[in-house]
């Protein structure tokens, strides 16, 4: 509003406010919005690699964390859709 940078805690104070203006019902913090940001990249199809970059994960371990949730995902949508998953 002044023109200079936000500190962490004023983008988490604006984060929650707006989470709860939306009357989420759930806490939303900015790391629930990073965290959601490299799944639906890697869910998107984006390389592990590029999402690593724009995170800053010096390791590639970190970032593959994300990757499980999206496996779980596909794992879901396999049961549900193919006709022999049961």
């Given amino acids: 509003m002044r023109g200079a940078r936000l500190s962490r805690q004023n983008v988490w104070l604006i984060i929650r406010a707006a989470a709860e203006r939306a009357q989420l019902g ?22 592990v690699r590029v999402v690593q970059e724009l995170l800053g994960h010096s390791s590639v371990a970190t970032t593959q964390i994300y990757t499980l949730v999206t496996a779980d995902a596909l794992r879901d949508v396999y049961v549900t859709a193919h006709p022999r998953a049961r």
């Fill in 26 to 47: 759930v806490e939303i913090s900015p790391h629930t919005l990073r965290h959601s940001f490299a799944t639906h990249l890697l869910a998107g199809g984006a390389d």
